[in-house]
């Protein structure tokens, strides 16, 4: 069974400071890897899709990168703004015969004070 | 364009109501899927609907939920003789035929049981 950990729970960061967010799962056997943006009362926010066959995708100060062999993606967030603050989850997209079906992690909650 | 819709935001409910949960997805995308998020439990998969084909339930807690997605469109979640332990956010999330592991996510429906 596909297990997604996300470390850490919790982060609190001064206003500008570069940060990793890390994920890890147990099955290298991914179609592709998300991450998602929450904001309280809100929907999910796609951030960046990695697809299995990639090592990183970038988008502005964000950048995802995937390693399958080791089970491993993280989210590096560069000078980071106090908008930033969310909670962020990474998602497993497994392909089940003609669906695509997401695992989530339990998420990381940022704080980013100004 | 429009993005995913849902109905209501917010739904307070008696314990053994039933209760209907309803997605409008973005026009055009085959595929519609339901997720629970909880405390405690993070974000699960429930169910998903794509075109004609039968419904994968695999994901449904018990024989109180059902969903069904009528003309190909809208799906409605109902939980029959709601119990405390079904408050949570419910999401909904649909894709396109071309990319069909891109979901997009509404803003959810926070269901509380008292």
């Known amino acids: 069974k596909q297990e997604v950990t996300q470390i850490p729970a919790a982060l609190s960061v001064p206003e500008g400071e570069n940060l990793v967010l890390n994920c890890s799962f147990t099955d290298s056997a991914i179609y592709n890897l998300q991450w998602f943006r929450q904001d309280p009362g809100k929907g999910l926010t796609s951030l960046l899709l990695i697809q299995s066959s990639q090592r990183e995708q970038t988008s502005g100060r964000l950048n995802a990168s995937l390693d399958k062999s080791s089970g491993r993606s993280t989210l590096y967030i560069a000078a980071s703004q106090p908008g930033d603050s969310a909670t962020y989850l990474c998602a497993l997209n497994l392909r089940m015969d003609s669906s695509y079906k997401l695992i989530f992690g339990s998420g990381t909650r940022l704080l980013v004070r100004p | 364009g429009a993005g995913v819709s849902q109905s209501p935001s917010n739904k307070v409910t008696e314990k053994g109501k039933d209760v209907e949960l309803r997605c409008d997805p973005i026009s055009g995308h085959t595929a519609l899927y339901w997720y629970r998020q909880s405390l405690g439990q993070g974000l699960e998969f429930l169910i998903y609907?794509?075109?004609?084909?039968?419904?994968?339930k695999s994901g449904l807690p018990s024989d109180r939920f059902s969903a069904e997605r009528t003309g190909g469109s809208v799906s409605t979640l109902t939980i029959q003789r709601t119990q405390q332990e079904d408050s949570a956010v419910y999401l909904c999330a649909s894709s396109s035929w071309t990319r069909p592991y891109e979901q997009y996510f509404g803003p959810g429906t926070r269901l509380t049981v008292t």
């Open positions: 609907f794509q075109g004609n084909s039968a419904p994968d």
